[in-house]
């Protein structure tokens, strides 16, 4: 090899590997699942990839939200197990109902019906004096964090106790996401940074309507059964909350069999306008358990930050 050829060809090897460089560095970001599919390609859902399945993540396992509903002695320390009388010292001879415990408990009617049925019964709330259910420790500073990695579609579930600094990891659970967009600071169009939840939640039911995008719809054909609504940016935040919130996959409801199917398949997809979806089961467990507590979700883009 003459050196005139060695020269040349040193130069193209440098110019390569600034090529290179240039390109990792301004490489938009994409979730984990999809950054290595070109833009023709029909995006597979994160529970489908291989590289997700690679990718265990033993959290993932964890599940203590039902010791917040267990009378056992495996029950967590931030609840504790009442027995219901219809006559208590702190309304004053006054009968109490269930929603008095809610109320002085600050506990949702909701968390006490799962307790009181020992399964996912959100709805049945029918007590009878010596009935044991649990609630939250009255005087106990608490608040909920929810962490959304939109590189991996998971979100965990974690409780804080204020007073004392202890942060637990309750659950994680698989989501799904907005849309790609490749533009937007986030990758998708689910926002990144630190957003409150607000008081306005929704139920919804076979029947229930409103407007949507202009037009009439039964809501549980959109959201699901639950609607948990961003309420103010706190920290890091690329877009204002309103608009966005958590609510569950879209609902059917058969009129004739009263069967409610969900489209499940939505679970690590990213195709919403930009709310976080949750399966029903977990909607309504999640809603359960924070509607009567601050709590507080950060969104990032990846494991990495």
Not at 58 to 79: M, N, Y
Request: aromatic share 12%; charged share 25%; proline share 4%.
């Amino acid at each position: 090899m003459t050196f005139s050829k060695f020269l040349t060809r040193s130069f193209l090897l440098v110019f390569a590997g600034i090529g290179a460089m240039w390109f990792v560095k301004n490489k938009p970001f994409l979730p984990l699942n999809l950054e290595h599919k070109n833009e023709e390609a029909v995006y597979q859902t994160a529970q489908d990839s291989s590289e997700f399945e690679s990718k265990k993540d033993t959290a993932s396992e964890v599940d203590r939200v039902r010791q917040l509903f267990s009378k056992g002695p495996d029950r967590l320390p931030i609840v504790e197990t009442v027995t219901y009388s219809s006559r208590v010292a702190w309304l004053k001879g006054r009968p109490a109902w269930l929603a008095d415990y809610a109320s002085y408990f600050n506990t949702s009617r909701h968390f006490i019906a799962r307790s009181l049925n020992g399964k996912n019964d959100y709805v049945s709330q029918k007590v009878s004096i010596g009935d044991r259910f649990n609630v939250f420790k009255k005087n106990l500073s608490l608040e909920f964090h929810l962490k959304i990695n939109l590189s991996t579609a998971k979100m965990q579930f974690f409780y804080k106790n204020i007073d004392s600094g202890e942060e637990v990891l309750l659950k994680t659970y698989p989501i799904g996401l907005g849309r790609i967009d490749p533009h937007s600071p986030s990758g998708c169009l689910t926002p990144v940074g630190k957003f409150k939840l607000g008081a306005k939640v929704a139920i919804y039911t076979p029947g229930v309507t409103g407007f949507f995008q202009n037009r009439k719809i039964e809501m549980m054909e959109v959201f699901g059964t639950r609607w948990l609504p961003f309420d103010e940016e706190i920290e890091g935040c690329s877009d204002s909350a309103r608009g966005y919130g958590i609510h569950g996959v879209p609902c059917h409801h058969d009129s004739q069999t009263g069967v409610v199917s969900e489209e499940k398949a939505l679970i690590g997809d990213y195709s919403s306008d930009g709310c976080i979806r949750m399966l029903k089961d977990h909607i309504e467990e999640l809603f359960s358990i924070v509607i009567t507590k601050p709590t507080i979700v950060e969104i990032i883009r990846g494991t990495t930050e």
